[in-house]
């Protein structure tokens, strides 16, 4: 798929937040969507040995779940980790994996935050930006704000707030199992993300395109079985 060049990523952490005040500007977080026949998954790796990670983009059917790609990029990680900067850690190698998607999906989900970030622009909304297509934020833990307790059923969730604004949804996707925080990244709305999220859950507790890429992250096999 065919990316617009956004911004360099070889920016200081200074520099990294000037650029997350300016792009979150361009987040536009309504429901874009008109269908959905492909769903993506991405996630990053690293080998603790060195500093190479592997990014990972995986394309799945929707609502059915079938996998259709799957893409595994390595290159070195040259951005420390710095809490709310992860982007600038992991973009570029993300953005390498997705040019190389050929079946473009209608969403992506990201292990990681869309707006529910202090800057509203985590991972999801920022390569959202970059690549132009609805995102959605499906993190395994809380980078800001507050909520209710969520109940023990699946499909069940809790508003999310952080500075009186409503952020996400903290979200059951099985029975008595660890909530999920899920936030529009751009080009949809809370409602349809949090639809998504549940629609790419099977028997799991995170959605198939992220765990599945999680795992491809892992290995780098891009072998079809």
Known sequence: MEIETIHRWDATPKKAIVLQESLRKRVVIKDCLKKIELVGGCDISYNKKSKIGCAS???????DLNLIEKIAVR????F??????????EGS???????????????????????AHPRGLGIASHIGVWLNLPTIGCAK????????EVGIHRGE??????????????????????PVFVSPGHKIDFKKSVEVVIGCCKSYRLPEPTRIAHTLSKTGNVNHE
């Not at 983009?57 to 609502?63: E, G, Q």
């Not at 290159?75 to 040259?78: A, H, K, M, T, W």
């Not at 190698?93 to 707006?115: E, N």
């Open 75 to 78: 290159d070195e990680i040259r």
């Open 57 to 63: 983009v995986v394309i799945f059917s929707y609502p």
């Open 141 to 148: 833990s809380r980078l800001v704000g507050e909520y209710d």
């Open 93 to 115: 190698l993300l953005i390498s994996a997705f040019s190389k998607v050929k079946s473009i999906p209608d969403c992506v989900i990201f292990d990681g935050q869309g707006i």
């Open 157 to 178: 969730s809790s508003p999310l707030y952080f500075e009186n604004r409503l952020i996400g949804y903290v979200l059951r996707t099985k029975d008595r199992v660890k």
């Open 80 to 89: 420390p980790y710095i809490p709310g900067l992860l982007t600038f850690r």
